[in-house]
């Protein structure tokens, strides 16, 4: 411990000394850091971002959906959530859970004058918009009445009402043409903004008995699920399973012919995700601090021949060779931690400072400590791996040649 | 009067392989340095007497012979053994006084005592006192490029002395100093003398050698005098 104290000293001596030796001598490990912390930082900004706008959705929501998979289709079963199977979802979370049905609507574009969006039109019950928080600026909601009478009603998103040139403010009152019929606008919905690049508010919302009608077949839906208690969603996703397994007649360890999907889930994909971006890029540092390694290591060897002579004195006056290896190790290893640092500020800077000019980047750069404690100890490894064969160099020369040495 | 002796040579050799050839730079070396002597080794370039301090300084290991340093036996030491023989028991002053060049005069009389891991405040202390010693006690945060010859063979016999070792061995001490200085210096290895420092000084320079109470000298890898024993041998 001694000679560890004594080495750091003494390597923070000899890096003083040779201030801009040091920095350019380092300037791999900086590079290397910094961009990783840069990258690092906007990588987690993005993620920490994405898991807010799912906060808003809910870590206590549950879709349920059709499986695409052939696997259940080769057993013969009904692959369709019918509205019988949503009424017995409702029926088996009672009191723990609210849920609404939604269906989809295949057809044309949709029309105005001349012009026409092709945004996404689901049939949704009244509660659709509580349990999706949605808000609407303009007109009202679709509501109960309106699938009972079968009333053409339509709620629109506003980045439809944009592509059929219909100021927000004005929609309400307006008909558009959809497969054939007249729909009229209600209400329009508040701005979502786009999620993983898809435009939230290129929607439109018809009562869901107006949109089965447009099947000729029985309509399958996707069940959304708002659990009360995020505590109960696993036993919630239980109930769910087991009561569509009843509805559907699948016994004992045949697969399931639907899918659920749960906030916890969505999270999950969100990180592996971001986990996949941060180790593709992790590599691509891992080659540059290998590259400064390098070069730290070059210039520790014309270090170790320069200072043969200093090297021979210190023998001369009793420094054994462990003593020498471990001064030239920690001068590396301290030569590339100050490379660290340095890059980590840079790199944060970079984060920090670059965040706010990529367009449509609207998160704020965040930097984990994780990253910090990653960057100064992939440092420590470089200098450890690439100072080793400087420093037993140093170690091994013969006291007496050191000493002529000129 | 008995005289314990810091160094004991017995039948030394040391022989190098020259392209198959042997070739012995010291044939058999038999030599007693007493506690407090003052000694020059003198010989022309190739008598062996650079070999023979490399020896004495543990700085290397002969061939054959047996060497005894304050005591111990040091011949077959490992290299490890050697530097921390290296350590305590010689202090080196070498003719172009190779202080570290980064580092002030405290720190290059402080850098032997790193190495018997003595803590920072004890080695600055025991340094400065050191540098006092030997007339360098404003000098103290000088870097050696700062300093003069003289100055500079000063700090060296400073971090030489600082360990207090049994034996202070000097390389042409005054090579590359000039006249006055070099008088200071002999000046000052001769109250080291007085105050009871064992001193082995290797040299070419009759005039230096002359001021050592004792003469040794070397030809062609042999003693072939010694003035303890009336001359030539």
């Given at each position: 411990m001694f000679m560890v104290l004594e080495s750091v000293r003494s390597a923070f001596s000899a890096i003083r000394a040779n201030k801009l030796r040091s920095v350019l001598t380092s300037l791999g490990i900086i590079i290397g850091v910094m961009s990783t912390i840069a990258v690092i930082s906007l990588i987690q900004g993005l993620r920490a971002s994405v898991l807010s706008e799912f906060e808003g959705f809910g870590a206590n929501q549950v879709v349920v959906f059709p499986s695409p998979s052939d696997a259940a289709a080769s057993y013969g079963l009904p692959q369709n959530i019918t509205v019988d199977d949503y009424e017995a979802v409702l029926d088996a979370i009672d009191g723990f859970a609210e849920a609404t049905a939604q269906v989809s609507v295949w057809g044309d574009r949709i029309r105005f004058g001349e012009e026409s969006s092709g945004a996404s039109v689901t049939g949704v019950y009244p509660e659709q918009y509580i349990i999706n928080d949605l808000s609407i600026a303009y007109g009202r909601p679709t509501v109960a009445g309106d699938g009972t009478a079968r009333n053409p009603v339509m709620v629109v998103g506003q980045s439809l009402l944009e592509d059929l040139e219909i100021a927000p403010d004005e929609a309400v009152g307006k008909y558009v043409e959809f497969n054939g019929d007249w729909y009229l606008i209600v209400g329009v919905l508040e701005k979502i903004g786009a999620v993983f690049g898809q435009d939230q508010d290129n929607v439109a919302y018809v009562p869901f008995e107006v949109a089965a009608q447009q099947?000729?077949?029985?309509p399958s839906v996707v069940i959304f699920v708002n659990v009360f208690?995020?505590?109960?969603v696993p036993f919630v996703l239980s109930r769910i399973k087991q009561a569509l397994r009843l509805q559907h007649g699948i016994s004992g360890d045949m697969p399931d012919d639907f899918q659920t999907f749960t906030g916890d889930q969505a999270i999950a994909q969100i990180d592996t995700i971001t986990g996949v971006l941060t180790a593709v890029f992790g590599g691509v540092v891992a080659i540059s601090l290998l590259v400064g390694g390098i070069g730290i290591m070059n210039i520790m060897l014309v270090s170790v021949t320069e200072r043969t002579r200093e090297i021979g004195i210190c023998k001369a006056l009793g420094a054994t060779r462990a003593q020498i290896l471990l001064q030239f190790l920690i001068e590396a290893v301290v030569l590339c931690l100050v490379g660290g640092v340095i890059g980590i500020l840079l790199g944060s800077a970079i984060g920090l400072g670059i965040a706010p000019l990529i367009?449509?980047?609207?998160a704020q750069a965040v930097i984990p400590l994780w990253a910090i404690a990653l960057a100064l100890g992939f440092s420590t490894g470089v200098g450890v791996i690439f100072g080793i064969l400087p420093a037993a160099k140093a170690a091994s020369l013969d006291p007496i040649d050191a000493l002529r040495y000129e | 009067m008995p005289v314990s002796n810091v160094i004991e040579l017995r039948g030394i050799g040391k022989d190098y392989a020259m392209g198959g050839e042997v070739f012995s730079a010291l044939k058999s070396i038999d030599l007693d340095i007493g506690q407090n002597e003052f000694v020059a080794i003198i010989g022309s370039s190739g008598s062996g007497k650079s070999t023979l301090m490399n020896i004495i300084g543990c700085l290397d290991r002969p061939t054959r012979g047996d060497y005894t340093l304050a005591g111990d036996d040091?011949?077959?030491?490992?290299a490890n053994q050697q530097a921390g023989i290296r350590n305590r028991q010689i202090g080196f002053i070498f003719q172009s006084f190779n202080?570290?060049?980064?580092?002030s005069a405290l720190h290059n009389v402080m850098q032997p005592l790193i190495y018997q891991k003595v803590g920072l405040s004890k080695r600055k202390k025991m340094a400065k006192e050191m540098l006092e010693k030997v007339g360098l006690g404003d000098k103290?945060?000088?870097?050696?490029?700062?300093?003069?010859g003289g100055q500079r063979q000063r700090v060296a016999v400073a971090r030489a002395l600082v360990t207090q070792p049994s034996l202070l061995l000097a390389d042409e001490?005054?090579?590359?100093?000039d006249s006055k200085t070099t008088e200071e210096i002999m000046q000052l290895f001769e109250q080291l003398h007085a105050s009871g420092q064992t001193i082995v000084i290797v040299t070419h320079e009759p005039d230096i050698a002359a001021r050592c109470q004792r003469q040794i000298t070397l030809k062609d890898g042999a003693v072939v005098s010694d003035s303890k024993y009336g001359g030539a041998i």
């Amino acid at each position: 411990m001694f000679m560890v104290l004594e080495s750091v000293r003494s390597a923070f001596s000899a890096i003083r000394a040779n201030k801009l030796r040091s920095v350019l001598t380092s300037l791999g490990i900086i590079i290397g850091v910094m961009s990783t912390i840069a990258v690092i930082s906007l990588i987690q900004g993005l993620r920490a971002s994405v898991l807010s706008e799912f906060e808003g959705f809910g870590a206590n929501q549950v879709v349920v959906f059709p499986s695409p998979s052939d696997a259940a289709a080769s057993y013969g079963l009904p692959q369709n959530i019918t509205v019988d199977d949503y009424e017995a979802v409702l029926d088996a979370i009672d009191g723990f859970a609210e849920a609404t049905a939604q269906v989809s609507v295949w057809g044309d574009r949709i029309r105005f004058g001349e012009e026409s969006s092709g945004a996404s039109v689901t049939g949704v019950y009244p509660e659709q918009y509580i349990i999706n928080d949605l808000s609407i600026a303009y007109g009202r909601p679709t509501v109960a009445g309106d699938g009972t009478a079968r009333n053409p009603v339509m709620v629109v998103g506003q980045s439809l009402l944009e592509d059929l040139e219909i100021a927000p403010d004005e929609a309400v009152g307006k008909y558009v043409e959809f497969n054939g019929d007249w729909y009229l606008i209600v209400g329009v919905l508040e701005k979502i903004g786009a999620v993983f690049g898809q435009d939230q508010d290129n929607v439109a919302y018809v009562p869901f008995e107006v949109a089965a009608q447009q099947s000729a077949v029985e309509p399958s839906v996707v069940i959304f699920v708002n659990v009360f208690e995020t505590d109960n969603v696993p036993f919630v996703l239980s109930r769910i399973k087991q009561a569509l397994r009843l509805q559907h007649g699948i016994s004992g360890d045949m697969p399931d012919d639907f899918q659920t999907f749960t906030g916890d889930q969505a999270i999950a994909q969100i990180d592996t995700i971001t986990g996949v971006l941060t180790a593709v890029f992790g590599g691509v540092v891992a080659i540059s601090l290998l590259v400064g390694g390098i070069g730290i290591m070059n210039i520790m060897l014309v270090s170790v021949t320069e200072r043969t002579r200093e090297i021979g004195i210190c023998k001369a006056l009793g420094a054994t060779r462990a003593q020498i290896l471990l001064q030239f190790l920690i001068e590396a290893v301290v030569l590339c931690l100050v490379g660290g640092v340095i890059g980590i500020l840079l790199g944060s800077a970079i984060g920090l400072g670059i965040a706010p000019l990529i367009p449509g980047f609207e998160a704020q750069a965040v930097i984990p400590l994780w990253a910090i404690a990653l960057a100064l100890g992939f440092s420590t490894g470089v200098g450890v791996i690439f100072g080793i064969l400087p420093a037993a160099k140093a170690a091994s020369l013969d006291p007496i040649d050191a000493l002529r040495y000129e | 009067m008995p005289v314990s002796n810091v160094i004991e040579l017995r039948g030394i050799g040391k022989d190098y392989a020259m392209g198959g050839e042997v070739f012995s730079a010291l044939k058999s070396i038999d030599l007693d340095i007493g506690q407090n002597e003052f000694v020059a080794i003198i010989g022309s370039s190739g008598s062996g007497k650079s070999t023979l301090m490399n020896i004495i300084g543990c700085l290397d290991r002969p061939t054959r012979g047996d060497y005894t340093l304050a005591g111990d036996d040091v011949a077959k030491l490992s290299a490890n053994q050697q530097a921390g023989i290296r350590n305590r028991q010689i202090g080196f002053i070498f003719q172009s006084f190779n202080l570290l060049p980064r580092i002030s005069a405290l720190h290059n009389v402080m850098q032997p005592l790193i190495y018997q891991k003595v803590g920072l405040s004890k080695r600055k202390k025991m340094a400065k006192e050191m540098l006092e010693k030997v007339g360098l006690g404003d000098k103290l945060g000088n870097q050696p490029n700062a300093m003069s010859g003289g100055q500079r063979q000063r700090v060296a016999v400073a971090r030489a002395l600082v360990t207090q070792p049994s034996l202070l061995l000097a390389d042409e001490p005054t090579g590359n100093l000039d006249s006055k200085t070099t008088e200071e210096i002999m000046q000052l290895f001769e109250q080291l003398h007085a105050s009871g420092q064992t001193i082995v000084i290797v040299t070419h320079e009759p005039d230096i050698a002359a001021r050592c109470q004792r003469q040794i000298t070397l030809k062609d890898g042999a003693v072939v005098s010694d003035s303890k024993y009336g001359g030539a041998i």
